[in-house]
């Protein structure tokens, strides 16, 4: 395979990983094998024997949540575990995110998302984050467990406070994440307690203790279920959400192509996610040592996938840094694969694909008043200012 070339860092910046995206398909830099191409990004993110529950540790680890109580209860987490651990915690979670199921809930989403923008005063200045963005999934949210809707800042709040500064290493934030985090969990305990004594009915809370009795899970796995569902459901949704809409409305003529043809809305946020993915680095760590389209790899070496990299290598996508919606549909490489693979992209989906229906049927002249704004990070990106005009 020959001598990859090397490189000090990797960050971000578009022109370099362009240019080093033509000069191979993954350099070396201090940290690990970084890889640019999408064809070996997909073969990381299916390789038995490159683990990713490690990764979100390091995270941690980088955050400065290290040791403790905080770091105990997030070693309970499925995103630290591997092996047959990792199985069992997924086990439920996939039978209660099952696409079938999942897919059911459209209507419901959709009839959130209207309700949302009915919200909107009319002829007001959008405030596309905080009138829409963070609304959609912590309502949701709700309406899957069953909590009272009035709870959904409180969701969007909680998520936010965990997980963002575990995913941009925001240490001024590490106390306020542990503290979310304990929060989250007494949340969800009284929530599911709430829900015996009120009786099971068929909402997502109900699986999830119905699954306890069956003996699926333990009472403990039960309450870190209810955590990582609240977590997952809402932070990472919401950026993406975001990033989406301001791709589509940062060219007037991709919004119009929408409204004039709803067909092609997924499409549009397929192509928005690979142009602006909310993961910018996904990571795993080589727990044995094997090899990666033929380079070998030490046990414990990092593999860091660029998806900014990947999702424009010109050997897959013709005209690479363009918006087109006549594309093949392809994997989103921010929601991984094979074991790893992203238990709630179906309903993260169905959340983007019924909000942009909906808000453009709503608004079919929305258009930004104010270039949009984001703060970008190795790991990933978030929708710091969002507004437009209808």
Not at 53 to 76: C, H, K, N, Y
Not at 295 to 313: I, Y
Request: hydrophobic share 40%; aromatic share 6%; charged share 25%.
């Amino acid at each position: 395979m020959g001598v990859l070339p090397h490189v000090e860092t990797l960050g971000t910046d578009r022109d370099q990983l362009d240019r080093l995206s033509a000069q191979s398909w993954a350099v070396t830099s201090e940290r690990g094998l970084e890889v640019l191409h999408f064809a070996p990004a997909a073969e990381t993110l299916e390789h038995k024997s490159l683990a990713k529950g490690v990764s979100f540790q390091r995270r941690l680890d980088d955050l400065g949540i290290t040791d403790g109580p905080a770091r105990d209860d997030w070693e309970q987490m499925l995103v630290t575990t591997e092996g047959a651990h990792r199985r069992a915690l997924r086990r439920p979670f996939a039978v209660l995110l099952a696409g079938p199921q999942v897919k059911k809930l459209t209507g419901e989403v959709r009839r959130i998302v209207e309700g949302i923008l009915d919200e909107i005063p009319e002829g007001r200045e959008i405030d596309v984050m905080g009138d829409i963005a963070w609304k959609v999934p912590s309502r949701v949210y709700c309406h899957l467990v069953a909590a009272p809707l009035d709870q959904a800042p409180m969701v969007a709040s909680l998520s936010d406070r965990t997980l963002a500064p575990v995913l941009t290493v925001d240490r001024s934030r590490r106390q306020d994440s542990i503290d979310a985090f304990n929060t989250t969990r007494d949340f969800v305990r009284e929530h599911l307690g709430a829900r015996r004594r009120e009786g099971l009915g068929d909402d997502f809370a109900s699986i999830m203790i119905r699954q306890q009795i069956e003996g699926l899970q333990t009472e403990e796995e039960l309450i870190y279920e209810g955590i990582a569902l609240l977590q997952a459901s809402v932070d990472n949704t919401v950026h993406q959400l975001g990033l989406v809409l301001g791709t589509l409305l940062s060219d007037p003529t991709r919004w119009q192509a929408i409204v004039q043809d709803a067909s092609l809305i997924p499409a549009s946020i397929e192509e928005a996610m690979r142009l602006t993915p909310r993961f910018n680095t996904v990571f795993r760590q080589a727990h044995e040592a094997t090899k990666l389209n033929g380079h070998p790899l030490d046990a414990g070496e990092w593999v860091f996938v660029s998806t900014l990299a990947a999702n424009r290598d010109p050997e897959r996508f013709v005209d690479p840094h363009d918006f087109r919606l006549d594309r093949r549909m392809v994997r989103a490489l921010q929601f991984g694969g094979g074991p790893y693979s992203c238990l709630g992209q179906t309903l993260a989906r169905i959340e983007l694909q019924e909000a942009v229906s909906a808000i453009s049927e709503r608004f079919p002249n929305l258009e930004l008043n104010a270039p949009w704004t984001t703060h970008v990070t190795n790991a990933v990106t978030e929708v710091s200012k969002l507004s437009a005009k209808t």
